[in-house]
Every structure is written in structure tokens, then in C-alpha cells.
């Protein structure tokens, strides 16, 4: 079974520019999340997606970053226009949904994207 | 969600048990513990995770107090590979997970 991929592994883009990430999570993991870790920093929560609804976006940092996930499938992280500060690395989980607690929905992590704002 | 304390790092030798401490004593009722590792360059892995009972699986054990305000992670036999950051995390299950900075293991040879 594949694991969560991200693209791409690593970005380097100037100041002012747009990029997006893109981030496919394991086959029927109807939850997906976006983290980010800034250098020196705890992993930080950016959103969740359920299949293709925002569950939780309260981590998203500012209005330059844009998710989606059409057709609850795979997802893209926009940022426009990148700052400096956004650089980082930017981490995409999923986990299946389950409907009581005692079954855990563990989160699989993929590699991440190395975003790098110069 | 649950804050979380771990101690910044700790040394092991290489064949020997790591156990790695948390403190989470504002942990509610209907949140898991879960312990995740970061080796270098790579995404989180997933080690295990526990409500009330203590859980093993074949990568570790996990030890929750009774009053499970505390938790123990242990690597029974640690190796070189086992050289991570380990995070021990409490939350909702279906929820994000809210990280702190981890316990940098050391396994030495």
C-alpha cells in the first residue's frame, strides 16, 4: 500500500512568487491535514480536511495560504504571495475516519516539502 | 488539548530499553496519548498510542499511570536506528495533534 506523497520534495522560490504544494493521501483516508514545522520551531497545525470540507482551519496562518481538496481526494497548499517567513517544512498527514472512539485513527505522515523563501 | 512535558533529551546504549517520560496531568477524559518519532529529514512516524491500558505492539510498550497523567514510552532494545525525536502528544481521537518540542533520543553504540 503507498504512503502519503507530497509534492514537490523540495521548492525554492524569491519573495513575492507563488507555489503550491501538493499533498496525496493514502487510498480512502477521508481525513486529511496540512502541519508545518519553521526552523527551530514545534511542528505546527495548519488544517483538516474531511473528504473535501474544512473541519478545522484555525492553524492557518494568514490569508496568503489557500487549501483545497476538490473531490476529497488529493489536496494543494497555496501560498501567494510567499514571504520569508513562510519558509519551512510542510508536512501532509491522512487518517481514516472513525466513528467512535474506540477505534483510533492514527495520522500517516508523508515525507514533507521543503519550501525555501529567499 | 492536553499540554505536554517531555525532557529534552536522553542517551541510551545501543541493546538496552530507552524510556522516554511524559507529563500530561491536564489530559481530558476522552484523549489518547500518542507517541510519534521524527527521524532526521523525514515526516512523523506513528509508534503507538493508549487511552487507559498499557499497549505494546511490535515496535514499543506504553505505560500509562493510573491516573493517567504520565505516560512511559519504552524501546525495549534500542538500536542505532531508534536515534529520533520523540513526541508524546494527547489528543481527541479524528483531532489534529498539537506538538511540543520532543526528547531528542541519543542511542549510542
Known amino acids: 500500500e503507498a504512503g502519503v506523497t507530497q509534492f514537490p520534495s523540495h521548492s525554492v522560490i524569491e519573495k513575492g512568487q507563488t507555489v503550491t504544494l501538493r499533498c496525496d493521501p493514502i487510498?480512502?483516508?477521508?481525513?486529511l491535514y496540512w502541519y508545518r514545522r519553521v526552523m527551530g520551531k514545534e511542528i505546527k497545525f495548519l488544517l483538516h480536511?474531511?473528504?473535501?470540507?474544512?473541519?478545522?482551519e484555525s492553524g492557518m496562518p494568514n490569508n496568503r495560504f489557500l487549501a483545497e481538496r476538490t473531490g476529497g481526494t488529493y489536496s494543494t497548499l497555496k501560498v501567494q504571495p510567499a514571504e520569508l517567513e513562510d519558509s519551512g517544512v510542510y508536512f501532509c498527514?491522512?487518517?481514516?475516519?472513525?466513528?467512535?472512539?474506540?477505534?483510533?485513527?492514527?495520522?500517516?505522515f508523508g515525507p514533507g516539502t521543503r519550501l525555501t523563501v529567499l | 488539548d492536553a499540554k505536554t512535558t517531555q525532557p529534552t533529551s536522553m542517551d541510551c546504549a545501543e541493546g538496552r530499553a530507552a524510556n522516554l517520560p511524559c507529563n500530561h496531568s491536564?489530559?481530558?477524559?476522552?484523549?489518547?496519548v500518542y507517541w510519534y518519532r521524527q527521524i532526521h529529514s523525514q515526516g512523523p512516524q506513528y509508534i503507538i498510542h493508549?487511552?487507559?491500558?498499557?499497549e505494546t505492539n511490535e515496535m514499543a510498550s506504553l505505560i500509562i499511570t493510573e491516573d493517567r497523567k504520565s505516560s512511559t514510552l519504552i524501546l525495549p532494545h534500542a538500536t542505532l536506528r531508534d536515534t529520533a525525536v520523540y513526541y508524546c502528544?494527547?489528543?481527541?481521537?479524528?483531532?489534529?495533534?498539537?506538538w511540543g518540542l520532543g526528547t531528542s533520543l541519543a542511542v549510542n553504540p
Open positions: 493508549g487511552l487507559k491500558n498499557n
Open positions: 502528544i494527547a489528543a481527541g481521537n479524528n483531532r489534529k495533534l498539537i
Open positions: 480536511f474531511v473528504k473535501e470540507s474544512k473541519q478545522d
Open positions: 498527514a491522512s487518517s481514516q475516519v472513525t466513528p467512535t472512539s474506540e477505534r483510533l485513527s492514527e495520522q500517516f
Open positions: 487510498s480512502g483516508h477521508d481525513n
Open positions: 491536564t489530559i481530558s477524559g476522552n484523549e489518547y
